[in-house]
């Protein structure tokens, strides 16, 4: 009970500062860097991260190895996906590889929604675009 406590705590500060890291980011958008705000949403919940982008989401997919959740707004439909494990994620986003096309992706968790739409919640969210339809470099 104190550990679930301690948790709902150490969320909501997190949330609290979110609006303060959001407006003093330097939008490093240009250098490709991950935004200040993923670091202190991810690993998070797919309620959080919709939460974070305007979206009242709805869980489509609660599994041991993911649990995803629709998002339907204004700005576009999207899929919010979250990862137990950062393991997990690239064996989810190795599969998505075969079908090609962008994804937003932070520390456990990746947007699919099409590009015009990632760019917006990128700056809500933080994270990094992938397209993979281009070979890794890995």
């Known amino acids: 009970m104190v550990r679930k406590l301690s948790r709902g705590v150490a969320l909501a500060a997190s949330l609290a500062v979110l609006p303060l890291v959001a407006a ?11 935004s200040p705000v993923a670091a202190l949403v991810a690993p998070a919940k797919v309620e959080v991260i919709a939460e ?3 979206c009242e989401v709805k869980i489509r997919t609660e599994a041991k190895e993911l649990r995803e ?3 339907q707004t204004a700005v576009g439909d999207y899929l919010i996906t979250t ?3 950062d393991e997990l994620k690239e064996v989810w ?3 998505a590889s075969m079908y090609g096309g962008k994804y937003l992706v932070g520390p456990q968790w990746a947007i699919s929604a099409k590009p015009a739409v990632l760019k917006k919640l990128k700056a809500k969210v933080g994270g990094t675009i992938r397209d993979l339809s281009q070979p890794s470099a890995s």
């Open 24 to 34: 003093c980011s330097g939008g490093g958008e240009a250098s490709g860097e991950s």
């Open 93 to 95: 986003l190795e599969s």
């Open 52 to 54: 974070l982008t305007g």
């Open 69 to 71: 959740g629709v998002c």
């Open 83 to 85: 990862f137990p494990k």
